[in-house]
């Protein structure tokens, strides 16, 4: 198992009804693309991954769980974060976090 099963099933739940939403096996987790979009992510090491408007990087890093993500040691560009468990135990949490991620995908159109 490459990324947390039942993460992966809460974030189905938060997406259901959408539509256009395919999953995608990709960088040891799997991927939610929205409109061909990659959205959000459960990655390898159980964490939710969020795609997410640059410009308010710095205050969502404030919240619980959130991190900076890093790929191959390397810190990934602004518009990424990581959420651990910490950040998303609730369903409340991991709803507002999907919703976030997709408030930023509806911008950029």
């Not at 987790?29 to 959205?39: A, K, N, P, R």
């Not at 308010?56 to 191959?72: C, H, K, N, T």
Request: charged fraction near 30%; include cysteine.
């Amino acid at each position: 198992m490459a990324y947390d099963e039942q993460l992966a099933a809460r974030i189905r739940a938060a997406l259901a009804g959408r539509p256009s939403v395919r999953e995608v096996r990709m960088f040891g987790g799997l991927s939610f693309m929205v409109d061909e979009q990659l959205t959000v992510a459960a990655d390898s090491q159980g964490r939710l991954m969020v795609r997410c408007d640059p410009e308010r990087v710095d205050e969502l890093l404030e919240r619980p769980g959130a991190s900076w993500p890093e790929m191959r040691g390397k810190p990934m560009s602004r518009g990424w974060l990581v959420v651990d468990s910490a950040g998303t135990s609730s369903a409340g949490d991991l709803e507002w976090w999907v919703a976030q991620a997709l408030d930023h995908r509806a911008a950029r159109g």
